[in-house]
């Protein structure tokens, strides 16, 4: 894909792709890893919010991921393919992780059934697909406000894509307390799964 910015130069790949999602995925794998490893802490209170800390800067980690991953990889000049790439390499690993995680409970099609359609996985996706959108929208005004960028900071698919995330979110967690989604998830999940 060719580089329509000016001002933007392309990078080794080493810099633009695995740096920016590496350090990503690192410092998941190093929030993941504290949060199982946080037993030493004898006090149950200082357990206790210790291990609520952990899981809430896990959570907007993976939450807030793709965000900032796609606006880094867009300043060293990665293109579209790589940014999307790299700004699911976490979200990816993580569905991964919980895919590992449950298949000891139940069989590899229930675990990839359960992981990849349930609202946390599939909510994080959706999500992350709506922040995409939004970063490249603000990178374009960033370069636009510098006349480095010649045109429009808002077009159709981006737009497309944060208003159907939108909706998506709404239907999973929102509309009926999300029950109408999980009746639909289990109704599939019968068909499938007799």
Not at 49 to 60: I, K, Q, R
Not at 64 to 76: C, D, I, P, S, T
Not at 160 to 166: E, K
Request: charged residues 15%.
């Amino acid at each position: 894909m060719e580089n329509n910015y000016r001002g933007i130069e392309k990078t080794t790949f080493l810099k633009r792709f695995f740096i920016p999602a590496g350090t990503a995925l690192l410092g998941w794998l190093v929030l993941h890893f504290i949060s199982g490893h946080l037993g030493w802490i004898e006090n149950r209170l200082i357990y206790k919010a210790a291990m609520n800390v952990v899981h809430l800067v896990l959570f907007f980690y993976l939450l807030f991921n793709g965000f900032f991953v796609y606006r880094a990889m867009f300043m060293k000049g990665a293109g579209l393919a790589e940014r999307v790439a790299g700004s699911y390499l976490t979200p990816v690993t993580y569905a991964i992780k919980e895919i590992i995680r449950v298949s000891e409970f139940f069989t590899i099609g229930e675990s990839f059934f359960y992981c990849l359609l349930t609202y946390p996985v599939l909510g994080l996706f959706v999500w992350q697909a709506g922040l995409l959108a939004v970063s490249e929208m603000l990178c374009r005004k960033y370069y636009k406000k510098r006349n480095l960028y010649e045109g429009k900071a808002v077009t159709a698919a981006p737009l497309v894509i944060l208003i159907l995330s939108i909706i998506t979110i709404y239907f999973l967690f929102l509309y009926d307390d999300g029950g109408t989604a999980f009746y639909i998830y289990m109704e599939i999940y019968k068909m499938l799964f007799k």
